[in-house]
């Protein structure tokens, strides 16, 4: 199992990125899924998270902001980001939680991250 994440870039403040993150190999059933970030010089937070039945989550800090959504078909996750800061700088990191084949207990998984940066 593998999670690839996209979508990150630089952007100017008030803009607008969308992240995807697909979870690619075969795995017998996918949990929730989520987004973290690692601003530099920081500890990695939670930015939101969106459960298989579709409950969400968010920081405070991104609400009204950013939203997250899924494709449980396709097992991809998406953030979209509007009207990012110059705060918002980061390396976003992909999370799902699923069990990888019958039997065996659930486990995080992580995509390698992508940078995102908000000029002002």
């Known amino acids: 199992v593998q999670l690839q994440a996209s979508g990150g870039g630089l952007v100017q403040a008030g803009g607008s990125l969308r992240l995807s993150c697909v979870v690619s190999?075969?795995?017998?059933?996918?949990?929730?899924m989520g987004w973290y970030r690692q601003p530099p010089g920081k500890q990695r937070e939670l930015v939101a998270t969106?459960?298989?039945?579709?409950?969400?989550n968010y920081a405070s800090s991104v609400k009204g902001r950013f939203t997250i959504s899924r494709d449980n078909a396709k097992n991809t996750q998406y953030l979209q980001m509007d009207n990012l800061r110059p705060e918002d700088t980061a390396v976003y990191y992909c999370?799902?939680?699923?069990?990888?084949?019958?039997?065996?207990?659930?486990?995080?998984?992580w995509g390698e991250g992508t940078q995102v940066t908000v000029s002002s």
């Open positions: 190999g075969y795995l017998f059933q996918l949990n929730d």
């Open positions: 969106i459960t298989s039945g579709g409950q969400i």
């Open positions: 999370n799902a939680n699923l069990i990888p084949s019958f039997g065996s207990r659930p486990r995080d998984y």
